[in-house]
């Protein structure tokens, strides 16, 4: 058992965000996290006894939930998709803010309206989010599961509709779609193991570091 501390950091959009927190809390990777090159997946950090690993950011919830990392960045869409009762969220980073959304073809969207669907056929990458929200309002929502390439969903005819993040709506627009709906707003936080939060004397402290660097930043 090592009493080392793992941060999970994500891959791709948030990561860039998330680094000035990190720099902020104190904490700095070595050069061969910013090494494009670099396959290590595991990294040393500028702080003794704290490292950093770099995974998908689905997998981020999942490293810190099952105790194999006790702190991590991640969405609450990720939160929300997978709800795992060992992930507390004590931090609203401020980072990585978009929305989830709901979005189908321009032309159809011109002439539809929500409130009168019954049934639906979406692809996501979010079909607990997609079911839940849909059965609130007593709509049955037939869930596409994939992974990425959203928009090609309407225009093949996998789905009529989509459920994905949505920033600028620049990449909805390119392909012919249209938001018609906003499920939730979307923002990054530290997620701690609840374990770890409990038994770790070093992470309460470290949680608290992240609180002040975000308060700190809106000052």
Known sequence: MTDEIIIALPKGRILKEALPVLARVGIIPE?????????????????????VIRVRAFD?????AHGAAQLGIAG??????????????PVDLGIGR???????????????DPRSWSHVRIATKYPNITRQHFAKRG??????KLNGAMELA???????RIVDLVSTGVTLRENGLAEVEIITQISSR????????KTNPAVVPLVEKFRRAVADAAA
Do not use: H
């Open 190 to 197: 530290l997620i701690v193991n609840r374990a770890a939060f």
């Open 139 to 144: 709509v049955q929502a037939e869930c596409v």
């Open 98 to 112: 978009c929305r989830l959304s709901v979005a189908e073809p321009a032309e159809q969207a011109a002439s539809d």
């Open 154 to 160: 309407p225009l093949l005819g996998l789905s009529s």
């Open 60 to 64: 981020v919830a999942t490293f810190v």
């Open 31 to 51: 050069p061969a996290f910013s090494d494009e090159n670099s396959r290590a997946l595991k990294f040393s950090t500028n702080v003794p006894g704290i490292a």
């Open 76 to 89: 609450n869409d990720v939160l929300m998709e997978f709800d795992f009762s060992e992930i507390y969220a």
